[in-house]
């Protein structure tokens, strides 16, 4: 077992090292370590994806479906203010603010660092649960 516990964290060690030079800006944010055991709280594959989706930036949002060809401007379809990724969505918009999204009831989500919010259970799955409605909303 002690060696087992050794080479497990010799393992992690080095794919932290790797982590750690090849930082992807937004997912290093959310996860800057390996080493913690992160499941994005339970199992349902739904939230997991959507929080994954946020995390990595590639998500339904404007900023990424312009990129892509997919939407005719990088604005937020709901404020069309600013640049619609995640932190816009999350911490500044004011249609994801209003009563009908309820982010509004979650304690400090405008202060607080994005990647706290995604990796923090009682803010991660509300977001999770707004961005599923709010992508199914044209």
């Given amino acids: 077992?002690?060696?087992r516990s050794i080479m497990k964290k010799s393992e992690i060690d080095m794919w932290q090292s790797i982590?750690?030079?090849?930082?992807?800006?937004?997912?290093?944010e959310i996860l800057p370590t390996v080493a913690k055991k992160n499941s994005w709280f339970g199992r349902n594959r739904a939230v997991q994806c959507?929080?994954?989706?946020?995390a990595v930036g590639s998500s339904c949002l404007n900023k990424?479906?312009?990129k892509l060809g997919k939407a005719e401007s990088?604005?937020?379809?709901?404020?069309?203010?600013?640049?619609?990724?995640?932190?816009?969505?999350?911490?500044?918009?004011?249609?994801?603010?209003s009563a009908s999204y309820g982010l509004k009831d979650l304690p400090n989500v405008r202060k607080?660092?994005?990647?706290?919010?995604l990796?923090?259970?009682?803010?991660a799955l509300t977001i999770a649960e707004k961005y599923r409605e709010r992508r199914n909303v044209t």
Avoid: N
């Avoid at 990088?74 to 603010?97: I, L, M």
């Avoid at 607080?112 to 919010?117: G, N, S, Y």
């Fill in 19 to 28: 982590w750690d030079k090849d930082k992807l800006k937004q997912c290093y």
């Fill in 119 to 123: 990796s923090t259970e009682k803010y």
């Fill in 112 to 117: 607080l660092p994005l990647h706290t919010l």
């Fill in 74 to 97: 990088d604005k937020c379809r709901f404020c069309k203010e600013e640049e619609e990724d995640v932190a816009h969505f999350v911490q500044s918009c004011a249609a994801t603010w």
């Fill in 64 to 66: 990424y479906l312009f």
């Fill in 1 to 3: 077992r002690q060696i």
């Fill in 50 to 54: 959507s929080l994954a989706r946020l």
